[in-house]
């Protein structure tokens, strides 16, 4: 059957390099799709991923989600038959103790322009 066989996908991280391509079965998750891109980070490339959720993966203009598979996430418009998928990634930037969730912050974001 058609449907079940391997994904052929690559990485492009904001570098421009990439990370792949490999072949991923069909029911791949995001989440370990996340998980392999985080064990296969370049170590040369400053501020890198901590943890998955510091992580998005984006398929054409899509952002997907960990819980979706890799055949739920495809979008198989303009693909070309067993050629070779680019997702892109977003890492989060690092958040400061100032910055995490639930902190009050409005004090801290002020605005330091001047205008002459």
Same mark, same amino acid.
């Given at each position: ?26 029911? &791949? &998750? ?17 501020? *890198?991923?901590? =943890?998955?959720?510091?992580?998005? !993966?984006?398929?054409? *203009?899509?952002? !997907?989600?960990?819980?979706? =598979? !890799? ?11 067993? *050629?070779?998928? &680019? ?17 009050? &912050? ?9 205008? !002459?």
């Amino acid at each position: 059957m058609a449907g079940n066989e391997s994904i052929e996908v690559k990485f492009r991280l904001s570098d421009g390099s990439d990370i792949g391509p490999n072949k991923y079965d069909p029911s &791949t &998750t995001v989440l370990s799709l996340k998980e392999t891109i985080l064990s296969r980070w370049p170590q040369d490339l400053g501020m *890198g991923p901590r =943890t998955v959720s510091d992580l998005k !993966l984006i398929n054409a *203009g899509r952002i !997907l989600e960990n819980n979706r =598979t !890799l055949a739920e996430s495809r979008v198989p418009v303009g693909e070309v038959p067993g *050629g070779v998928i &680019t997702m892109h990634v977003v890492v989060r930037p690092p958040q400061s103790d100032n910055e995490k969730p639930g902190k009050d &912050t409005s004090k801290h974001s002020r605005c330091s322009c001047i205008i !002459l």
